[in-house]
Every structure is written in C-alpha cells, then in structure tokens.
C-alpha cells in the first residue's frame, strides 16, 4: 500500500511541476508597457504587432547578468547565420541608464526595449521567467515557436532556427 502511495505521490509531483510550455503570450504578458530606446512606451502586444509577418529572436538580458554577456558573441554569430530574422531584446536592467549604456557597449543590434518591472513584474511572471538570458522564438503570426532556451547552443533553440 505505501508502495503505491509512493507511485501516486511521484507521478502528481511529476505533473504539478512540470513547467507549462506556451504557444501564445499570455494577457499580462502582451499588455506589459515596455520602454523604446527613443522614450515612447508601447505594449509588448503592439511590439508583437510591428513585426507580424516576420519571424522573430527574443533575447531577454540584462547586462548584470554574466550569462547574459557571456552569450553576446553567440548571439551576434546566430545574427551573422540568420540576417532573415528579426533581432528583439528586452532588458530587465535596473535603470535606463544603465541599460543603453549597455545597449552600446556591446554594440547589439536589433530593437531594443526596456522592461521597467524586471524579472517579477507581471510579463516575467506571465511567462514563467525564471533565469536569463532568455531566448524565444516567435512565428511570424505571433504564436511561440520556441517558449525558452537559456544558451546559444541549445539544440531546440538551433533546431528552432531552422
């Protein structure tokens, strides 16, 4: 009887933590008001919408993030391979200053929004972010080809390139 307790237990732990994988952004996530480099807010919807049509990389970073950085060079490499795509970065940096002066220093290019609320704001929260850098992949009709990978090499996340 404990034996199958035991089972029982193990395979409603098993399902409970299993972490949700996305195909669509959630409501907190799109109606997150993010900042462009030019000072203009938009939603993360309207952001989405801007690029519809086109196959989009996210790289959620932040440049206090060693991970982060540490990818950078891959990211530029994934850029050079993949000219078809377009570049999205959404920083968690803990000031605007701080993340432009980033956004120069190391010379990233693609667009670039700042995301005020941080990792636990309600966008990070909606799309159970939990580490950084963070890569994404989404469709060209807005639907979420890869929800996350955490490397460059991260053979879903080159799969996904494909």
Excluded at 94 to 123: C, E, I, P
Excluded at 142 to 159: R, Y
Aim: one cysteine or more; charged letters at 20%; aromatic letters at 12%.
């Amino acid at each position: 009887m404990k034996y199958i307790l035991y089972v029982c237990l193990i395979a409603f732990l098993g399902v409970s933590c299993q972490k949700q994988i996305l195909k669509e952004f959630p409501p907190e996530a799109l109606q997150e008001m993010m900042l462009s480099v030019n000072g203009e807010t938009h939603t993360f919807e309207n952001i989405l919408k801007k690029h519809q049509g086109k196959t989009i990389f996210v790289d959620i970073w932040a440049s206090w993030c060693r991970d982060c950085l540490v990818g950078i060079p891959d990211v530029k490499e994934i850029q050079k391979n993949n000219p078809q795509l377009t570049y999205l970065f959404l920083s968690l940096d803990r000031n605007k200053a701080q993340w432009k002066a980033s956004m120069k220093k190391y010379d990233l290019t693609g667009t670039h929004y700042y995301v005020k609320s941080g990792m636990k704001g309600s966008f990070g929260k909606a799309i159970g972010l939990n580490w950084i850098p963070r890569y994404m992949i989404v469709n060209p009709n807005g639907s979420i080809k890869l929800f996350e990978a955490i490397k460059t090499d991260d053979k879903v996340l080159l799969k996904a390139l494909q």
